[in-house]
């Protein structure tokens, strides 16, 4: 992956790169260039951006879930999304990887139903640091998100609509507790490229190895290291999971090609095993026997958990991969490259991919599956998420349609809940779609 850190303004970094866009040009010119560049807003454009929630039935009655008063605006939804997509330009590693894949292969059908919108929180305001690392939201409950705010993870309360402060990296932390291996001395001004967040334990990937560890009901911080003082020691992906023994474990993958597992009880480093490649994602398998390894390579790596050695490979994605995730009936996992594809793969036959799932506009970046194996969500950069059937054998989609960055997407562990973060300039808010079900007269909290 790229070892360069995103600024908190998504337009300053992509003057160069010509990859994102942003809402906010559009209101002060609609007929000029939308991507990048800073906007003057005078007190017109400052009142349309006065943007309050959306719930739920303010949508039904035809409100725009981001609040955007297309109304008021010399440009319509359907004419910018249309410019969205034909100007919207894919970052890739291997080039015209994404052009390739769109004469090769076809979206799915739209027309699946299976979450709907329930309320835009425009008080949560996710960033992003890192272009290419999108896994920084994340839910323990239906009710509980945890996120990337600038320096701080927050936490969200959907029940209480109460924003707080977990966890602030702008200035100094140090580990309230003292663990082998741990750097008592803490860090100052980390930079935060990942984070994983499950039932009580927290933990965060920096820019330069760091991990830092958090228990959701204690106070202070449990533990902190550097995984490595090379120069490109980004972390790129953590996990957190049980062990075989019923143990919570978590796995980082970081730019020096390591993967590495440690507890979390004693945060000792269990195992470190080594690639020829940054490793971008990774994820343990159900049985916790294999591991899927994707990062700057054309082939997905599966390992094995205990000896770290590589047991078999997937072949068909053209650029880099950063996103990967099992299915609950440990024989089908999936992974999502930079080509704009999800592949979906089954153990049992690893000489194709069994689904090509293509995106709209650009690299796959999230993929999570649902608990209960029905669903599995797909996040692009940028604008657009999908909620494929796995019952449908993957040939049945879900379209979920917004503006803005994606700066991560997550289902509550009981599938009630789908959260999607959103970066934008002026349109920064945290999406939440509720689980349909056959008889849901009310919307509820409960």
């Keep these: 992956m790229q070892a360069q850190s995103m600024p908190h303004r998504l337009v300053d970094q ?156 702008s200035g100094h932390i140090a580990p309230t507790e003292k663990h082998t291996g741990s750097l008592l001395e803490g860090f100052t001004q980390t930079q935060i490229s990942t984070l994983a967040v499950r039932d009580n334990f927290l933990v965060a990937g920096g820019f330069q190895g ?68 940054p490793v971008n994602h990774t994820s343990v398998s159900p049985d916790r026997k294999l591991i899927t390894v994707v990062g700057d390579h054309l082939d997905g790596w599966l390992v094995d958990s205990r000896s770290g050695k590589t047991v078999a490979s997937t072949v068909g994605h053209l650029d880099y991969s950063f996103a990967s995730a099992w299915h609950p009936d440990g024989c089908t996992f999936a992974t999502g490259n930079q080509d704009k594809t999800c592949r979906v793969w089954d153990l049992r036959n690893l000489s194709s991919s069994i689904a090509i799932l293509k995106g709209n506009m650009g690299a796959v970046r999230s993929i999570r599956y649902s608990s209960d194996g029905q669903f599995m969500v797909v996040a692009e950069p940028v604008d657009f998420v999908h909620v494929y059937s796995t019952k449908a054998d993957y040939k049945k989609r879900q379209e979920i349609d917004f503006f803005g960055e994606i700066s991560g997407v997550c289902l509550s562990p009981d599938d009630e809940s789908l959260y999607i973060g959103v970066w934008d300039q002026i349109y920064a808010s945290l999406l939440q779609y509720n689980k349909r079900h056959r008889y849901n007269y009310l919307d509820s909290y409960v």
């Design 14 to 169: 992509f003057d160069d790169m010509d990859e994102e866009g942003d809402i906010a040009d559009f209101l002060d010119d609609t007929d000029g260039e939308y991507y990048g560049g800073e906007t003057a807003l005078d007190d017109d454009d400052m009142e349309l951006t006065r943007v309050t929630d959306t719930s739920s039935a303010q949508a039904r009655k035809g409100k725009d879930i981001q609040g955007i008063p297309w109304e008021r605006l010399n440009i319509t939804r359907e004419i910018y999304r249309t410019t969205r997509l034909e100007q919207y330009r894919n970052y890739e590693n291997i080039p015209s990887s994404g052009e390739a894949v769109d004469k090769e292969c076809n979206q799915m059908e739209k027309g699946g139903n299976y979450y709907e919108f329930f309320h835009n929180a425009r008080l949560v305001k996710p960033t992003i640091l890192h272009f290419q690392l999108r896994n920084l939201v994340w839910a323990t409950s239906k009710h509980d998100v945890y996120l990337m705010s600038n320096y701080s993870v927050m936490h969200w309360s959907s029940l209480s609509r109460n924003l707080t402060e977990v966890l602030n990296f």
């Design 210 to 277: 760091e991990l830092t560890c958090k228990r959701l009901d204690r106070k202070g911080v449990s533990f902190c290291t550097r995984t490595t003082y090379e120069d490109n020691a980004i972390t790129n992906a953590i996990e957190i999971y049980d062990s075989p023994s019923g143990e919570i474990h978590f796995m980082a993958s970081n730019n020096d090609g390591g993967v590495r597992e440690y507890d979390m009880e004693r945060f000792q480093l269990l195992n470190h095993f080594r690639f020829p490649w």
